[in-house]
Structures are given as C-alpha cells and as structure tokens.
C-alpha cells in the first residue's frame, strides 16, 4: 500500500513541474494567436513603419486644353470645330519617393483583416507636354459667307500643360492568409494626392475669302465675259488664356496586393505593387503605378 501510495504522489507532481513551466511557453506570450499552431504568427495589432518606392505615373495631355481652346472661341464659328482638337500627347513620367505607413490588423486563425494609412512624398514625379498644330476650316457651321465666296479659315493652335505630383495618402483597407511567417495580402480605397497643374493656349491665323470676279465689256459690238479668281487674306485675332492651381488636392482610388515577412519578434519587412488613378483635373487624366519596399514594427 506505501509503495503504491508513493508512485501515485510522483506521478501526480510531474504534470505539476511542467505546468509550471508553460507561462515560459512562446504561445502563452502571445506570440501565435490562440486556436493557431506554432507555425502561424499573431499579426493582430497596431503597427507602424517606413517606405521606399519607385513610382512610374502616366500622364495624358490630350485633352488638356480642350476646356482653354472652347473658352478662347466661345460664340464663334470656330468653337465646334477647334474646341475638339487633341493638341497634346501622353507622357510616363518616372521617380523615386519615399514614407510612412500605419495600421491596424484583426486576425481570425489564418485571416487577417485591417486598415492602413499610407503616405508617400514623391522627389520628383512631373511631365508636360507642348504642341503646335494648324488647321484650315472650310465655312464652319453658322458662317454665312456671301454668294460666291468661300472662307477658310487658318488657325494654328499652340499649347502647353504640365502636372507635378507632390504627394499621396491613401487610405487603404487589407485582407490577407497568414502562413507561417508570411502574410500575403491584397488592398483597395481611397486617394488623395497634391499635385501643381498648369496649361496655356494661344491661337494665330488668317481669314482666306475666295471669290470669282466676273466682268463683262463689249468689242465690236459683241459682249465678252471675263472671270478672275479673287482670295483675300485678313488676320484673325491674338488670342490666348492659361490656367494654374498650385497644391491642388485631387481625389482618387488605389488597389494592389503585396507580401510582408516576420523577420524577428515583431518586427516585418513588406514589399507591394500600388496601383492609383484620379480624377481628371484640368482635363488632364493622372494615374500611378508604384512598387514600394517597406519595414514596419508591430505592437
């Protein structure tokens, strides 16, 4: 009866030692999320960070000045016809930038869900376009040339338009799969960026009236007709108008997908691909796509 006595009471103090040992555990400290195994990390929490990024933008000019070119020949002949006019081109703009980035994660087993501010300050993210362009516009709807006569009229449109992007926030919502120390996540929402927007027009030409002058005199009693082609030049006005906004905030989306890495403890080491576009400002179609390189700290 001792001896059996005596194995219970060692057999019990064993689970006891070890018990005590178990707040020493990794996944009592909260380094896994409970209900996960050791190989999954706990990305719950707030966490901060710093970027690095290279950013390839593009920039379409093509309407830039179509607003100027309708406001310069607004209730004249020559609104429908030139206000159209695709003038500029497109341009890719390149650079680097860097910033910062904030957020929060949720996680569930192997999901996790957040939300994230990201800044980015760009070095030297700018393009312009500038173009010259003539056109001959044959007695355009609502001129009224006399009998005989032909207009035509000879413009020639100069423009310019350049846009610099200062800055980006976005503020962006996250879902990704935690396998072991990676996370793998896509994200979508909203953008700000400040941008300097400038464009200029000027117009020059001449008015070509083109007639028949016929003419009739009498030699021996018979009457001969004689016919000259008369053209006759006049100029059109000067014209021109510019337009500037420094600092100007524009709205947009953004969406991409990318992968962080738990290197030690909590600290990670993020890469992603960004894609934004903005509404058009000035009539000038603004997008980005950039790849950034990140470490961030979670809490």
Known sequence: MRRFLLAAVMFGAAPCAHAADLPDLPVLRGSFPDG????????????????????????DFSSSITGLTSFLF???VLQGPLSQISLLSKTAPQGFGYGAFAGRNYQWDDLV???EANYTYLTNLASSSTNSISRAIVNPPGDNPPAGHTHTYNVTLRGNASVQIKDVIALRGRAGWATGNFLPYVFGGVAVGRMDVARSVTS???LQDDFDV???TVVNNQVITNTTHQTLFSP??????QEERTNSFVAGWTGGLGMEYMLWNCV???????YIKFVAVKNTSVSMNSAKLGIGYKF
Do not use: C, I, K
């Open 36 to 59: 996960l195994s050791t190989a999954t990390r706990n990305w719950d929490g707030w966490y901060v960070g710093g970027q690095g990024d290279f950013t390839s933008g593009s920039t």
């Open 113 to 115: 869900f957040g939300f």
């Open 214 to 216: 016929t003419t009739q």
């Open 268 to 274: 990670f080491v993020r890469g992603d691909w960004d």
């Open 204 to 206: 020059s030409g001449t």
């Open 236 to 241: 059109l006005p000067t014209l021109g108008a």
């Open 74 to 76: 607004r209730n004249s």
